[in-house]
């Protein structure tokens, strides 16, 4: 029995409900699998592209400055090359022109300027630039980058990286890869000797040994101070690059492009460097999409259904209702509130079935030396989120069933 003080709309649609008992609870369950379904995909796939995320911008910058790069401006007079239509000649052949290592141009202005942006979190200065690595006899080309410590670990975080020693950087000190340790056989504590093209050199002591998870990155890489690789690569007082994080890292293609436009340096972010994994992410978002709605539409032609069932079938006592006065509006709100309450009770249930399909996953599913595959994020807007347009979703499709049953004639309901 109802309670009494339940407005006369709820009692109609309760005592509905409870009288289809089988039809309530197949609905119930089908909504449930449905929403069980969304919210799994949902945290799975977004644990999925924070782990791919993570992996790929933890050992780069979301936002990159270079300085602009040398052209060659095609050689115009009489030169006996091609006559241009307006009478100018052109050399037949231009040669693009040797990129040397610069500087950008007023770069402490510039970071300035962009630190002030509120979507940046970090601008570090970077000192880059090849070498070679020598120990005796024995070389490895490398790359050299000179950096701030104190900001550009806050862009990658070296010290989760390093397996020996420690992310200490003076003037003399030097972080290697483990790849380039055991190619020229070196440790923590010993000497390397770093040369450039331009004859100037550099002896360093190693004080840390990394693993940045890529093998070529563990042979090429190497960090040391900024003013040691300032004075190494000769660029007194300058940067090659800056490096940027942003909040939003979806976001930073359009940070990237504001940055060019008020600073006039060219702005790479990892959306334009990564286009094709950040293609496969968006391909990722678009499938469970997808899924999502399909799997919507089957639960809200399923509530249709049974509503639609449930007029026919109740269609005399909705006649004997309307001949007792119940307005028709009365009528359309007990199949919404139907319609609410199936959707509202299938979510519920939902959210339970998707969080013991993941807390299932993430007990189960693991990497062959038994940690997680990766990180699941049971995030409370994911669940609030799949309740509330599972109701709405009850609503809507309870509204042409609630629209019929309050059409109905009350003479023929009764009659029928």
């Known amino acids: 029995m109802f309670t009494p003080w339940l407005p006369f709309e709820w009692i109609v649609a309760l005592r509905f409900l409870r009288e289809g008992r089988l ?9 449930a699998i449905g929403v069980g379904v969304i919210v799994f995909m949902s945290a799975l796939l ?3 592209q924070a782990n791919f995320i993570n992996r790929v911008l933890s050992a780069q910058a979301h936002i990159q400055l270079l300085p ?3 052209v060659t401006r095609p050689l115009r007079g009489d030169h006996g090359g091609a006559v241009s239509p307006g009478g100018e000649a052109e050399g037949a052949i231009v040669q693009p022109p040797l990129q040397r290592l610069k500087s950008i141009d007023q770069w402490r202005s510039v970071a300035a300027q962009i630190r002030a942006m509120p979507e940046v979190l970090v601008v570090s200065p970077v000192a880059g630039g090849s070498a070679l690595a020598i120990r005796g006899n024995v070389s490895r080309s490398i790359s050299v980058s000179g950096i701030e410590p104190e900001l550009y670990f806050r862009i990658v975080d070296l010290g989760a990286k390093i397996v020996r020693g420690s992310v200490r950087l003076t003037g003399t000190d030097i972080l290697i890869g483990t790849e380039l340790a055991s190619d020229l056989g ?6 390397l000797r770093v040369s450039t093209a331009s004859g100037a050199a550099i002896a360093l002591t190693i004080t840390g040994v990394f693993d940045l ?31 940027v994080t942003v909040r939003d890292v979806y976001a930073a293609e359009v940070i990237a492009q504001r940055i060019t436009a008020s600073t006039g340096v060219e702005a790479d972010s990892w959306i334009q460097t990564s286009a094709q994994f950040f293609a496969a992410i968006s391909a990722q978002t678009l499938a469970n999409t997808a899924i999502r709605f399909f799997v919507g539409l089957s639960v809200a032609f399923g509530i249709a259904s049974v509503l639609v069932v449930v007029v026919v079938q109740k269609s005399r006592e909705i006649g004997i209702l309307r001949a007792m006065g119940i307005s028709q509006a009365q009528i ?30 993430q007990r189960y599913a693991r990497n062959a030396d038994g940690t997680p ?41 009764i009659r029928g």
């Open 23 to 31: 039809q309530t609870l197949f609905i119930v369950a089908g909504v």
């Open 46 to 48: 977004a644990g999925l």
């Open 68 to 70: 602009p790069q040398e």
């Open 186 to 191: 070196l440790d923590v504590g010993d000497k």
């Open 213 to 243: 998870g890529n093998k070529g990155a563990n042979e090429r890489s190497v960090f040391v101070a900024l003013h040691t690789a300032q004075s190494l690569l000769g660029l007194p007082g300058g940067v090659s690059s800056l490096e």
């Open 332 to 361: 359309l709100r007990v199949f919404l509130l139907q319609g609410g309450l199936l959707g509202l009770g299938g979510s519920v249930a939902g959210c339970a079935i998707g969080s013991l399909a993941l807390l299932l996953w």
């Open 373 to 413: 595959l990766f990180p699941l994020v049971f995030d409370p807007k994911l669940f609030a989120a799949a309740l509330l347009l599972a109701t709405i979703t009850g609503l809507l499709a309870a509204f042409a069933p609630a629209l019929r049953a309050a059409r109905l004639d009350p003479v023929v309901a």
